[in-house]
């Protein structure tokens, strides 16, 4: 079974991250996978380090050849929607059926696609869920040092996915041959919460699996120093104005949120 | 009566521990600051000895540290500049003797007293006091005070400063531009300190001061659960098996305040800087032979191919450690398939069966050694992680190759609590460790009657026991996902198998290191979860470790852990 894999990096100084993120798709088992790295305007240089990565770490010949798709424009602008849509014109274009995401910092475990693809054949379904950890690390400066793990995702069906979002970019697998291709976009419009309202939108119009809530297939990374890529991390400026673009993007969110129509099938509970 | 006046008086006037502006502002009224002199003021008012007469020495804090010193019939201060200081006393809690001499010579102070306490004579004099030693050294006066820091915090240009400590008492400890406490160290947060204890601020107590006097003591660093997390402190206690780690002042001392981590918050200078296991030898030309050894049995192809792909990747990028690849066959049917896959001249099959991982592990280190300068045993349903072999050639020679060190297993690491910046650990798992030459060849391998599972642990204690440490290298890193485990298996009969392997490796740990209550209950789960029969006789081990061996290196104290857990 053929997975694309979009993977968002803009950190150039984060490489040791994104090789761990690449390790785990690399060792994914029962699958081929073709990573697509997709950078923000990295230069030239950047972009050869990036290669240079993927060619010490991607060599399993059972693995599909990685695609690096670096996006430049003038602007200095949030691009990170427009990064997934670059992402996932690439995977339309591979033919592949299946499309997962995954953030640099975060991970998944070797069974993740086995098990969601496994799932999507079987059970006809075009988008299934699993379960991630959250795991808090200390990040120091040769590795995370990793000091508690827990399960916070609660949530069970697509009921609870509608009311608040309890399923990370990495927690699901997206059957992309049986779905309408044209809802494959995030709002370019949105640099926070837009992975929910694209999540919102496909589950809306599509069968879902939740059958394998009780399996854990990878780690959301949490570090003590607050760096994490969340609407709070350092690079967003000062809280208050974090606090605005959180909330400007929650406007938007509701608002697309009320124009989302919604079907209900058996599989989704 | 005059002329001892005078003597006194000049010994003060010399001397930066008596700070005559500072005194005079602190302890007397407006109206009598101009009539005599401080010093006067000072030597003629016993009341007043007790007194702090500047950062550097409180009269109430010296004479409490002993007898003799309170019996004194004379201003203390005078005593410690003319004898104290050559005694190693302490002149004030703002003052550690031992933590200024352990920055002077650049090492720990030896746990014997008599030798700790002639080492800090011999490096007290040096100087011809307190004031010279802080200015010539400019060495930070206690743990949470760091001169650099309190300089940079503050905007006090530190080349304008003899020393800093002494501004921070004069000045006041809050600034005088905004009313802002003073901060001192990286490591704790002095306005937080105030913010949690309102009675300090109220009654204008030096923060600093009363932390090192007091705040420890009264555990009121507990109040700061975004800096120091208990489990952190609790941990180390018993990776140490020592119990005073569970006390701050005591891991302060131990830590010197920027080794070890005690929570999530807590700074470490390794946040910024690499840790020197991992930076010394990274550019060593130094040449060495390492073994990887892998014990087989019923493994699929696709995790043999990755396996060896992974191999011949790292060989490729291996300037100087030159890898060869050992494989011990235990279901020899197999044999012409695994050949099929690594080379006959890598595989040794078993002459007699399956005679187990450890034993099988034991094979490949006799054929190994004494060639190869180290040996890496890894689990066949892995794989390396780019630069793996090479961290951990140079992670065990930053370590005097003393040590039995576990690679970083991917994508989680093992559960079990290692020290964050020194790396020890309880045991070191058989799915990825690595092993100088001179270990084997002192310790052995492993024990042959324990089949699978705690062979590991036994092998780990062995080593400890013989003097050596048990490491983790978190920056080599083997793939090996055993993840899927914790989630709901379908699987009982397999789970089954596992957890009687385990408890009946178990139960041959406990006996042979004579822990036999531990030993018996095990037996009793066995039984219970009907692993075994009722009265089922186990074989028991042929030698036992000596008792007296046992009670310093076996631990039984966290189930089948046999480690306390980060998580899981």
Known sequence: MNVSCVVRFHDSNSVAYLERALHSLHTQTEVSVKPIIVLQRFSNAEVAKIESVLSRNWYFPEHQPP??????????????????????????????????????????????????????????????????????????????????????????????????????????????????????????????????????????????????????????????????TTPWSAECGDVESKTSIWAENVKLLNMYKSSTEVKFYASDF | MISKLLHKKSILQQSPLFDGEYFLKSYCKNEEIQAVSAEVRFLNERSLWSCATSGFFNGEYYTYQSDDLKALSYPPIIHYITDGYFEARRPSAL????????????????????????LKLSVLDQYAGIYDLLKSTKKNPNKLFDNQYFCEINNINLDELEVPIQYYYRNGVYCSDNGAVLETTPLFCMEKYLGKNEDLRVAQVNPLEHLLTHGLREKRLRCMNDLIIESFLDNTADLYQDDRFKDHEYFLSKSLACGQIAGSKWKSVYSDNSNPAFSDGRDSELESHVTLGTVLYNNSEQELKRLKSSIDKEREFSEYVTINDLYFVNDVENTEFYISIFGEDKVIQSESGNIGFGSGHNALMEHAFPESDYYFGINPDGCLIRDCVKSLVNFSRHYNDASLVEANILPLNHPKWHDPVLFDTKWVSGAAFFLPRGLWADVGGFDQNIHMYCEDVDFSWRVKAAGYSLKVCPTANFFHDVTSRNSVSDDDAVEKRRKRSMLMGAYHLAVKWQAQDVADEYYQTLVNENLILPHQKIDKPAQLIPKSVSAEVADFGHGLRFSPSRFW
Do not use: W
């Open chain 1, 67 to 228: 695609e690096i798709i670096n996006f430049q424009d003038d602007s200095n602008c949030d691009a990170r929607s427009k990064l997934m849509n670059l992402g996932m014109n690439c995977h339309l274009e591979s033919g592949n059926s299946f499309l997962g995401f995954l953030d640099y910092d975060d991970f998944l475990y070797s069974h993740a696609y086995a098990t969601l693809t496994k799932t999507l054949i079987e059970k006809n379904a075009a988008v299934a869920f699993a379960r991630v950890e959250l795991a808090k690390v200390i990040p120091l400066k040769d590795y995370d040092f990793v000091y508690d793990m827990s399960k916070p995702y609660s949530g069970k069906n697509k009921l609870d996915l509608l009311r608040d979002n309890f399923c990370p970019l990495h927690s699901y697998l997206i059957r992309t041959d049986l779905i309408d291709q044209s809802l494959l976009f995030f709002r370019e419009n949105m640099t926070r919460v837009e992975d929910y309202e694209f999540l919102i939108r496909l589950i809306g119009q599509n069968p879902c699996d939740f059958s394998n809530l009780n399996k854990f297939i990878g780690c959301y990374v949490m570090r003590s120093d607050g760096t994490n």
């Open chain 2, 95 to 118: 003052i550690d003797i031992d933590y200024l001499v352990s920055q002077i010579i650049d090492e720990e102070l030896p746990d014997d007293d008599h030798e700790r306490h002639k």
